[in-house]
């Protein structure tokens, strides 16, 4: 089975987007999401970019964009009132849920744990406009998505998941990840929600 490796943060519109069609796309390609949170304020910094250095009519048009991006695909969406907005613990959150379930080893109960749990977060903040930096939002969230999610918060906040979202995101630095979201089908790597059909073209190919 083909693997389609997935970075993203959720301060990202265009992973939002993503985090619904990139596993629609893998069932119908036999493959699975590799969920891989990271902590792209971190690796911004490193880069010296900085994600709201852009005019305003820049700006207006991208917000236009998402919204007929949202009509297009079916996807609710507004502009959040707190943006851009902290996503290390939701995103550290993320790793938990993927640590609470049961292993098979198959890898199932692990990917439908990291997608239930980063759906349920893109959904709070991009279509509720939910505070996802509060830890009892996030508790909440993921109470409501099946989990413990007083359990899951402490989990989150232990050194050992503050030390593995950094070195995810020092992995995604090291293989030349810049934006949001990226996309890995073996060394191949796509950039962008809209090179979502780029990603499905080469999971079809032959192996």
């Not at 290390?88 to 993927?98: F, K, M, Q």
């Not at 509720?128 to 109470?143: C, G, N, Q």
């Not at 070195?167 to 809209?194: C, Q």
Request: glycine residues 6%; neutral net charge; aromatic residues 12%.
């Amino acid at each position: 089975m083909q693997i389609v490796e997935f970075y993203f943060d959720f301060s990202s519109t265009n992973s939002y987007f993503a985090a619904f069609m990139l596993p629609e796309i893998c069932a119908r390609n036999n493959a699975r999401v590799n969920w891989r949170p990271t902590h792209f304020a971190a690796l911004f910094r490193g880069t010296g970019f900085d994600v709201m250095a852009m005019t305003p009519r820049k700006a207006r048009y991208l917000w236009r964009d998402h919204a007929r991006y949202a009509e297009a695909t079916g996807l609710p969406f507004r502009k959040p009132s707190r943006f851009p907005i902290k996503t290390a613990s939701a995103l550290r959150a993320v790793l938990a849920a993927g640590h609470a379930a049961q292993t098979d080893d198959s890898g199932d109960s692990r990917e439908h744990a990291h997608r239930a749990i980063s759906q349920a977060i893109m959904r709070a903040y991009w279509e509720r406009d939910e505070d996802i930096s509060a830890h009892d939002v996030l508790a909440s969230i993921a109470t409501s998505a099946g989990f413990d999610g007083a359990a899951l918060i402490d989990i989150a906040n232990a050194k050992p998941t503050r030390d593995e979202l950094a070195a995810l995101t020092e992995d995604a630095v090291a293989r030349g990840v810049f934006g949001a979201p990226t996309f890995f089908v073996g060394d191949e790597m796509f950039w962008g929600k809209d090179r979502l059909d780029f990603v499905e073209g080469l999971l079809k190919r032959p192996r």
